[in-house]
């Protein structure tokens, strides 16, 4: 029986799926940047952060400044399976261990992505319960209109309705109109 009959997808789908897929774990679901959001706990407020990579940047560029900002929880998560995995070895060589491996993905994210990160753009909006209300801090309506351009963008670009030259030119359009840090 041929391969794609097999699954019912065709051979050249299936490897396209997984090439989106590993595209979107190392380099995150967008070519951009990303939104982040800080649900409410205990504090009381939501901060929402909106980030916009320079127009252009790599796939490489992109998975250096993920690895930037994850490093610091997935390190952690790291030492800590380190610390089980070595623990017949004394405390103090497996605390040595753990700390230089934590050390030496912050070192390794910070100068991969040196010259990158003072262009990166942010828009931060938070949302904190004051009373019986809440209040916005931020440009929440340009928030809100920048990440639904962005995000129809990603959706043209997923179907194949925009060229690479147009995808850009949106995705800069947003970037310019974000002030520079």
């Known amino acids: 029986m041929h391969p794609h009959l097999q699954t019912g997808i ?9 090439a989106r897929a590993a595209r979107r774990i190392s380099e995150g679901p967008h070519l951009w940047g990303a939104i982040d959001v800080t649900p409410t706990g205990r504090t009381s407020y939501c901060r929402t952060r909106l980030t916009v990579y320079p127009p252009g940047t790599n796939a490489a560029e992109r998975r250096a400044l993920r690895f930037y900002r994850n490093w610091p929880v997935a390190g952690a998560v790291l030492a800590l399976f380190l610390f089980l995995a070595l623990a017949e070895m004394p405390a103090l060589v497996v605390t040595s261990i753990a700390i230089s491996v934590y050390a030496a993905g912050i070192w390794a994210g910070h100068a991969a992505t040196r010259s990158l990160r003072p262009h990166v753009r942010r828009l931060t909006v938070l949302t904190a319960a004051t009373g019986q209300h809440f209040e916005t801090l931020g440009d929440i309506a340009f928030f809100q209109a920048a990440t639904d351009q962005l995000r ?24 310019d109109a974000l002030p520079a840090a």
């Open 10 to 18: 065709p051979a050249d789908s299936a490897a396209r799926l997984l």
């Open 152 to 175: 129809a963008m990603d959706k043209l670009n997923d179907h194949g309705l925009l060229s690479a030259a147009e995808y850009e030119s949106y995705w800069a359009e947003i970037y």
